[in-house]
Nanobody
Framework: QAKLVESGGGLVQAGGSLRLSCLAS????????MGWFRQAPGKERDFVAA????????YYTESVKGRFTISRDDAKNTLDLQMNNMEPEDTAVYYC??????????????????WGQGTQVTVSS
């Protein structure tokens, strides 16, 4: 049974950094395109960043370009999101996701088959 578990969330001041990690179990992510999404209170879940199965291609939503970096370590079966120069608007629950097939990267919620339970990120001004 596939399971994704996010970690690394917390409280940070504006301009600070956090690194989220997503550990997969029950699946080997080596051939899986992966992604990060976030959901702010009262809002829909939105795309943040995605990476192809090979790691050779990445894609970001405009608001995080130049600040966030998505990466994968297939040997550790993990997906990371390095977040720098954070803004209060980044406050949300962050979710990782995995897709069973394809190359990627993919940016739509419906593209993904497996989801983590989320980790809270709060950025204070």
């Amino acid at each position: 049974q596939a399971k994704l578990v996010e970690s690394g969330g917390g409280l940070v001041q504006a301009g600070g950094s956090l690194r989220l990690s997503c550990l997969a179990s029950g699946i080997t992510i080596r051939t899986y395109p992966m992604g990060w999404f976030r959901q702010a209170p009262g809002k829909e879940r939105d795309f943040v960043a995605a990476i192809s199965w090979s790691g050779g291609s990445t894609y970001y939503t405009e608001s995080v370009k130049g600040r966030f970096t998505i990466s994968r370590d297939d040997a550790k079966n993990t997906l990371d999101l390095q977040m720098n120069n954070m803004e209060p608007e980044d406050t949300a629950v962050y979710y990782c996701a995995a897709r069973r097939y394809g190359s990627g990267p993919y940016s739509h919620i419906t593209d993904y088959d497996y989801w983590g339970q989320g980790t809270q990120v709060t950025v204070s001004s």
